[in-house]
T-cell receptor, first 111, second 116 residues
């Protein structure tokens, strides 16, 4: 059974820092790994989708990597801004199961 | 497209009452998902549909929960009778492909349910 873990649960950094959010999954037989952002009181917004054949995806200041062999994905945020403050969730997709979500990392970027 | 649309955004009801949550997926998306989010359990998949047909309802907690998708543009999640432990945010999401394979998932803004 796939389990997805995100560490840390919460992170507070000053504006301008580069930071890394971690996502671990137990079953390496995944088809894709997705990263989402959730603002308070809002739904989830898809940020990046990495297929199992890919190693990374980039969108603006965001870069997500995938290492299936080690069961890890990281989301790198460059030059963080207060507007990046949100909860970030990762989700693993497999061929026999639905997307399995981690519990998220709550990020606060202060000016 | 306006995205996934859910209603109501907020619902407060008393224990024992029937609750109906509604969802309009993005036009052209073949997959529709109902999730529940709580602080304790995070995001849980309740049920999903493909081409209006329920595929997996193993996440539906009890027989008090039911979901329908009468057509490609509308789905409902019903709780009858409601209980305080059903209090949560319920999300609807849709995708053009099965997310486990390649599909990007689009979420609505959720329906926050409080059962007193």
């Amino acid at each position: 059974k796939q389990e997805v873990t995100q560490i840390p649960a919460a992170l507070s950094v000053p504006e301008g820092e580069n930071l890394v959010l971690n996502c671990s999954f137990t079953d390496s037989a995944i088809y894709n790994l997705q990263w989402f952002r959730q603002d308070p009181g809002k739904g989830l917004t898809s940020l990046l989708l990495i297929q199992s054949s890919q190693r990374e995806q980039t969108s603006g200041r965001l870069n997500a990597s995938l290492d299936k062999s080690s069961g890890r994905s990281t989301l790198y945020i460059a030059a963080s801004q207060p507007g990046d403050s949100a909860t970030y969730l990762c989700a693993a997709g497999g061929n026999t199961d639905k997307l399995i979500f981690g519990t998220g990392t709550r990020l606060q970027v202060f000016p | 497209d306006a995205g996934v649309i859910q209603s109501p955004r907020h619902e407060v009801t008393e224990m024992g009452q029937e609750v109906t949550l509604r969802c309009k997926p993005i036009s052209g998306h073949d997959y529709l998902f109902w999730y529940r989010q709580t602080m304790m359990r995070g995001l849980e998949l309740l049920i999903y549909f493909n081409n209006n047909v329920p595929i997996d309802d193993s996440g539906m907690p009890e027989d008090r929960f039911s979901a329908k998708m009468p057509n490609a543009s509308f789905s409902t999640l019903k709780i009858q009778p409601s209980e305080p432990r059903d209090s949560a945010v319920y999300f609807c999401a849709s995708s053009s492909k099965y997310p486990g394979f390649a599909g990007e998932l689009f979420f609505g803004e959720g329906s926050r349910l409080t059962v007193l």
